[in-house]
């Protein structure tokens, strides 16, 4: 394999991994700040805090693993990205930022405290949705290359369709994520009303999920045919991810195994993620910049690879300890520890 | 206004600001956690609650400002792309290895301390909860250490060469292990240490001067005091060798933060002062055959003088203000933690004075206006290169025509963090007095 290959792989299974975190961590807020809402925090909050306490930072370094990764691995995305990108990525940090430090400001300082909450709950929604423009931008089609520099077409971006259909299920997929993690880990605690309520909340967001997924297919062909074909091309792959959704929407209709439910959720999500990525290739912006343009030098990326694999031998151990301690504890969960 | 006018400084503008609030907690992030440590390991050792109240009580301060931290860290690490796209292109190709592992290092720090805060009452022996500080405390090491050899390469850029503008011959650890690497990185976690001792310990001083004239405190005082002196010593052993390291690789950035125009031997160190028309300092503190020796270890060594660098290539020459302010912090809290040692050591009362205390209060913030302004020195010093000889700032920031904008939004951004983090922390402290903290774990301990 090719080191732009192995690269590539790397890089979207750590982004595929900070989508799943990261929507579990962002529904989880909003979940929060819509339960005191409406009056049912007593269910909701123990179960939310008990779980985002000790995970909220490990959720950040997914994101800045791939960002500083892609760097490392395709230089040239630091220029292209870097140059068009200013605005929107932008307000997507202040909006982590914000979120981050208020949710540590709220459990540390001054828990149940109603405006923060609501903030940490909003940011949840708003932030998928601006980080997914990025998505929309390397389909191609808003940006020109003017004197030789990138530039991002606003108007262009704000106007399509597509930007929208993603930015929808972005903020669909996260509820819905959420909400199936949730439910498997109020049922592990014991804490049945809370089950219930989360239970219904995923069986809510499910169908949404695959009518705007759907959606954001039927969009490409116009927007991007090059892209819509590839797509078609790996035709399985989305019908692997569609049986997992249906298994999975079955278990938690059923009230059965609600933690294979997350798991086919996980396999449904990974099949579809690595389809549209696999799809994308050779682009990285579509269509001014594929992947072996700008792939590194060879030493950089032996070095990268040699220390991402050292990097995992430190990690995984650890991450293990972290699940088993939070995650897989019973006693933990229930809130006995 | 030229900060919307003008990407270039726009985009110098807004990496100094984040910079500059982030280095704060960036550099608490590092120290505190050998700090906490230290206190628990002491609380073992001597089987004495106020040592692990300190850790505690610290820990969950620390948290807050790990959490500032990380989001800061976040905004740099994106902003470095779309504030300097061509840099870090070129960047990318050469010293993304440590940049990376950056990422691991603190990875692995997050991991232990998310472990390490809930697990407080979860191990029967402490010891065995002690033990999860130590991955917190290397790890965060070793995001400074790599981060900073990152810092290093853009002042010495080894590890590659350009034959007819293309990059050939790229050695990724010889970019890592560059000239600059071994003084900057050294020198930067002795500072983290040694500030977050002071900082902590203004802390203390500021509790006992509150009427509070609790053991607790004047333990923490004595503790943070003494680690504080070992670093702050150690600092300047280290700033020593980063002269030698500037006198022989970037003698223009010693020149300028010196106002050493003209190359001689047997160069004074310039303090303070004003500069006239015609490059004479008036009204400085001149040290005779200092800056020989801070350069060469000679006082009658020759020290190269700004005027051999062409006119273009020189640095601003109010970092010699910074430079002197970082000195002179320094010096200042080697001789207060020194006398506050050697006064408590014979047990002279001055060590418990109201003006010592208020000395050491002051001395928190000093610390970091000291890093704030070696970090000034070292940009700024670096101008107007972003990479040392091969890529200037104009060339490498963004044509972006929003960065003023954003300029705004990021100080509004920084605004609010800072007032959140001073608002909470004088919440989480003022709420939970450690009298009373304490009186619950006495009862505790005695039911047992």
Redesign the interface.
Known sequence: MSYEIIGMVVLWTFLFGYVIVASVDFGAGFFNAYSILTGKDRILTKIIQRYL???W??T??F???F???I??????T??????I???P???S??L???R??????EN???RGHRGYAFMYGATGLVIPASFSVVLTVSEGGFVDIMDG?PQLDYWALFSSPLTWSIVILSIIAVLYISSVFLTWYANRAGDMEAAALLRRYALIWALPTIITASGIIYELRSHNPEHFGSLMNLWWMFAISFIFFVASVWLILKQKNYGLAFILLIGQFAFAFFAYGISKYPYLLYPHLTVSDSV??D??AI??IV??VA?LL??LP??Y??MR??LFDDQYIAGK? | MLLFDDPVFGSRMLTLLTLTFHIIFATLGVGVPLMIMIAQWVGIKRNDMHYIMLARRWA?GF??L???G??????I??????????F???????I??P??????A???E??????Y???W??FENQKKHLLLLV?VAIGAALSAFFITTVNGFMNSPDGFSIVDGQ?TG????EAMFNTASPTKVTHVIATAFMTSSFVLAAVAAFKLLCRSNHDYHKKALHLTMKVGLVFAVATAIVGDFSGKYLAEHQPEKLAAAEWHFETESEAPLVLYGILGEDNEPSYAIEIPYALSILAHNDPFAEVEGLNETPADEQPLLFVHYFFDTMITIGMFMIGLSLIYWFASWRGWSVASSKPMRWLIVAGGPLSILAIEAGWWMAEFGRQPWILRGVMTVDEAA???A??G??FV??AG?YF??GV??V???T??FKDNPVELELGEQVVIAHEL
């Open positions: 306490s000790p995970v930072e490990v950040n370094v994101l800045v693993f960002f500083v990764g760097v490392g691995f395709f230089p040239s630091a220029y292209f990205y870097g140059s990108l200013l605005v990525v932008s307000i940090i202040i982590l930022a914000i981050g430090s208020y949710y540590a400001f540390y300082g001054s520099r590194t030098n030493a950089m070095s990268l220390a991402f990097g430190l990690l650890s991450l300890l972290l301690l939070f520890k | 969950r948290v807050v790990v959490a500032v990380v989001v800061t860290g976040t905004a690490g994106l902003q470095l792309s779309l504030l300097w796209p061509e870090m292109q070129l960047a990318g190709h050469v993304a290895l940049l990376f592992m950056e990422v691991f603190f990875f692995f997050a991991i232990f301390l998310g472990i805060l809930y697990t009452d979860r991955p990059m790229v050695s990724p650890i963004t044509q972006s929003y960065v904008h954003m939004a990021f951004l609010i963090l959140g983090v608002v909470v922390l919440k989480i």
